[in-house]
């Protein structure tokens, strides 16, 4: 990046009729800001608007005092919520399982889960599996 041309920026120099000092057009320098530059001005401003912040501690207390009730937090609320929670869930899964089964369908692990029986694979299954491949062998060959 060309230095006379940072300057020219910094100092709001820089347009259509700008010249570079460092030889115009046969410069061989970029003229263009990096991706992510910041100009020193900005950055003053940037600063002084740091500055100006509310710490977010102090924001997170100003919120916390807007709150009109509050409950202190104890382990024993704290799992009666938990419970109240898996009740909820249990009942969702309760009903959303009971709305599948009216209408037939079950997945592949409900299925399994209900009667593990109907999943049980052939003890040949495997010996049909070596016959098959030792057939195909010969004509591929």
Same mark, same amino acid.
């Given at each position: 990046?060309?230095?006379?041309?940072?300057?020219?920026?910094?100092?709001?120099?820089?347009?259509?009729?700008?010249?570079?000092? *460092?030889?115009?057009?046969?410069?061989?320098?970029?003229? @263009?800001?990096?991706?992510?530059?910041?100009?020193?001005?900005?950055?003053? @401003?940037? $600063?002084?608007?740091?500055?100006?912040?509310?710490? $977010?501690?102090?924001? $997170?207390? *100003?919120?916390? !005092?807007?709150?009109?009730?509050?409950?202190?937090?104890?382990?024993?609320?704290?799992?009666?919520?938990?419970?109240?929670? $898996? !009740?909820?869930?249990?009942?969702?899964?309760? !009903?959303?399982?009971?709305?599948? @089964?009216?209408?037939?369908?079950?997945?592949?692990?409900?299925?399994?889960?209900?009667?593990?029986?109907?999943?049980?694979?052939?003890?040949? !299954? =495997?010996?049909? =599996?070596?016959?098959?491949?030792?057939?195909? @062998?010969?004509?591929?060959?």
């Amino acid at each position: 990046v060309c230095k006379y041309f940072l300057e020219a920026v910094e100092k709001k120099q820089y347009g259509w009729f700008w010249v570079c000092p *460092n030889g115009g057009k046969d410069c061989h320098y970029r003229h @263009a800001l990096p991706p992510g530059y910041v100009l020193k001005s900005q950055m003053k @401003a940037l $600063i002084e608007e740091e500055s100006e912040k509310t710490p $977010i501690e102090d924001e $997170i207390e *100003n919120q916390r !005092a807007k709150l009109k009730t509050s409950t202190p937090m104890t382990p024993e609320l704290f799992m009666e919520w938990k419970k109240k929670k $898996i !009740a909820e869930r249990d009942e969702g899964l309760a !009903a959303q399982s009971a709305e599948r @089964a009216k209408n037939d369908r079950m997945s592949g692990r409900e299925l399994f889960m209900s009667d593990a029986s109907l999943f049980v694979d052939d003890a040949e !299954a =495997y010996e049909k =599996y070596q016959r098959e491949e030792e057939s195909d @062998a010969p004509e591929n060959k």
